[in-house]
C-alpha cells in the first residue's frame, strides 16, 4: 500500500474534519507537540506530565498519540493510542489514530480494520469513514463508496461526492470519477482536486470540458502548476495555440513548486512550431534533448520535432541532421514509416526549388536507398515503396527519357498481378504502371509491338482508355 498516495488524498479533509475541542484539550496538544520535537532527553517524562492534564479526554490524548507519529515515533504513537481508547473506548480517535499508524508502516489490511472499528463503535465521526475509504480505495472500491454512502447518511453536509471522486480516480475508474466530480461545486474543490478531475476529463480525451475546469483553476489557483500544465495541454490538443503559449509561460514564469517534464517542452515548442515561432519552438525542443535527466525515448522523439520545425524553415541539411539521429535512435525498433519520413525528406529536398543540381541528384538516390531498404525490411510495404521509388525518376527527368522508372514500374507490374485481390488503388496503380511502359515503349524504345502488348492489357482493365485505344491500332 502506498502511504504516501493515502496521505495526499485526505489532505484537504482534514482541513474540513478537525474535532472540535476544549482550550486546554487543545493547549495540551500543542505544549506536547512543542517538546516532542524539542527533542530533549526527558521529553517523554515532559509529555506524561502534560498527559495527566487530559487523561479523560480521547481526543485530547490521541491528540497526543499523532504529535509522536508525526514524529515518526511509532511505539509512543501507539501507546497513547491505547490510552485514548482506554479512556474512552467509543470515542473513534483512538482507533483512527491505530489505524494511521499501520498505513505509516504499510499495514493496510490493520489499518482498515481499526478504521471499521472506528465506525462501528463512534458512527458519528466521519473519520472512520473517510480513513477506511481511503485505505480500501484501490483494492475495493465499491466498498470505499459503500463506506462513504453510510456517512452521507449520518452527516448530509459532509463532502461526500468529493471524496468519493477521489477515490474512483485513484481506483483508476475515470468515468465514475467524473461522474462523482460533476456532482460537485468546482469552488468547493483545492487546487489539486481540480487538477485530478481536469487530467481524468483529459485523459478520457474530453478537452473541451477539461479546458472548463482547468481555467476554473487558473483563475483561483493561477500559481498552480499542474493546472497550468492541464490548460497547456488542453490548448494545444485544440489547436488554441496563442492560448497554449500563454498556459506555457505561466507553467514555466510563473508556477510555485513545479517539476517540469519532457512533455512539458514538448507541448510549448509544439504551439511554437504552430504559429511559426520557430527559433522558440527550436529552444524548447532542444531542452529536452539536452536534459539527460528527461526519458531517453522522449529525448529521442524530439529529434522529430526538431527536424519538422528546420524543414519548415527550408533548412534541409538541419533538419536531415535531426531525422538521422530520430531514425538512428529509433534502430532497435524501427518502423517502416519512420524509414518513410526519411525518404520523404530526402525527396522534399530534391524538389526543393532552392536546391542545386548536384543537392538534388545526390537526395534522390538517398530517397531511393531508402525506399529499398524499406521493401527488403517490411515486405508489406514493397509494393508502396517501388511506386515510390518510380516516381523518384521524374524529378531530374520530367520525361524520364533515360528510362530510370521502368525496373521500379515493371517490378510493380509484377507486385499487383500476383495479388490474390485487388482493390481500387491496387488497379489505379497498375494502370499507372502500364500507361508508362506504352509511353516507354513508344517514344523512348520505339519498340511499337511491344508498346502493342501493353495497350492490350491496359484495355483489359480499362477499356476505354483513349491512349491504350490509340496505340492498339498503330502499324
Known amino acids: 500500500m502506498k502511504t504516501a498516495k493515502y496521505i495526499i488524498i485526505g489532505a484537504m479533509m482534514t482541513v474540513i474534519s478537525v474535532p472540535t475541542m476544549a482550550q486546554d484539550a487543545t493547549s495540551a496538544i500543542e505544549q506536547a507537540t512543542k517538546i516532542i520535537k524539542s527533542g530533549a532527553e526527558d521529553k517523554d517524562k515532559q509529555v506524561t506530565a502534560v498527559f495527566k492534564t487530559v487523561k479523560k479526554d480521547a481526543k485530547a490524548i490521541a491528540g497526543i498519540g499523532r504529535a509522536y507519529l508525526d514524529a515518526k515515533e511509532y511505539d509512543n504513537a501507539d501507546k497513547y493510542a491505547d490510552l485514548a481508547i482506554k479512556a474512552n473506548k467509543n470515542c473513534a480517535a483512538g482507533y483512527v489514530l491505530k489505524g494511521d499508524i499501520c498505513v505509516m508502516k504499510d499495514d493496510g489490511g490493520a489499518a482498515s480494520s481499526w478504521f471499521e472499528n472506528a465506525t462501528t463503535l463512534d458512527p458519528q465521526d466521519p473519520e472512520g469513514y473517510r480513513r477506511y475509504a481511503q485505505i480500501n480505495a484501490k483494492a475495493d472500491p465499491d466498498g470505499s463508496i459503500a463506506k462513504l454512502e453510510q456517512l452521507r447518511s449520518i452527516d448530509p453536509s459532509y463532502p461526500v461526492d468529493l471524496v468519493a471522486a477521489e477515490i474512483q480516480s485513484k481506483a483508476g475508474r475515470a468515468d465514475a470519477a467524473i461522474e462523482y466530480y460533476s456532482k460537485v461545486d468546482l469552488d468547493k474543490m483545492e487546487d489539486y482536486q481540480l487538477a485530478d478531475y ?7 480525451q474530453k478537452y473541451d470540458e477539461s479546458l472548463k475546469v482547468s481555467s476554473f483553476g ?45 512533455l512539458d517542452y514538448i507541448n510549448y515548442g509544439t504551439a511554437l512550431q504552430k504559429l511559426k515561432k520557430n527559433d522558440e519552438a527550436i529552444k524548447a525542443f532542444e531542452k529536452v534533448v539536452n ?42 525498433k524501427m518502423t517502416a514509416n519512420i524509414k518513410n519520413g526519411l525518404a520523404q525528406l530526402y525527396r522534399t529536398m530534391a524538389i526543393d526549388e532552392n536546391s542545386t543540381p548536384e543537392q538534388k541528384q545526390e537526395a534522390i538516390a538517398k530517397a531511393d536507398k531508402v525506399f529499398s531498404e524499406i521493401a527488403e525490411e517490411f515486405p508489406a510495404f514493397k509494393q508502396a515503396v517501388t511506386a515510390q521509388r518510380a516516381k523518384l525518376a521524374f524529378i531530374l527527368d520530367p520525361e524520364d527519357k533515360a528510362g530510370a522508372a521502368k ?30 511502359n506504352i509511353v516507354y515503349f513508344v517514344k523512348v524504345n520505339e519498340d511499337i509491338a511491344k508498346a502493342k502488348e501493353y495497350a492490350a492489357k491496359l484495355l483489359e482493365i480499362d477499356p476505354e482508355n483513349a491512349m491504350a485505344k490509340q496505340v492498339s491500332e498503330l502499324q
Open 218 to 262: 487558473n483563475n483561483k489557483f493561477p500559481r498552480y502548476g499542474s493546472l497550468n500544465r492541464l490548460s497547456l495541454l488542453n490548448n494545444v490538443n485544440l489547436e488554441k495555440y496563442e492560448e497554449a503559449i500563454k498556459f506555457g509561460e505561466r507553467l514555466f514564469n510563473s508556477s510555485d513548486d513545479v517539476k517540469y517534464t519532457a
Open 198 to 204: 481536469a487530467s481524468t476529463l483529459f485523459l478520457k
Open 407 to 436: 525496373p521500379h514500374y515493371d517490378q510493380l507490374i509484377e507486385i499487383i498481378n500476383g495479388l490474390e485481390s485487388k482493390d481500387a488503388s491496387d488497379v489505379a496503380q497498375l494502370k499507372q504502371a502500364l500507361s508508362y
Open 291 to 332: 536534459t539527460r535527466t528527461f526519458d531517453m525515448e522522449q529525448r529521442i522523439s524530439v529529434f522529430k520535432n526538431l527536424s519538422d520545425v528546420y524543414k519548415s524553415m527550408g533548412d534541409y541539411p538541419k533538419a536531415l541532421e535531426y531525422y538521422e539521429k530520430y531514425v538512428k535512435g529509433n534502430q532497435t
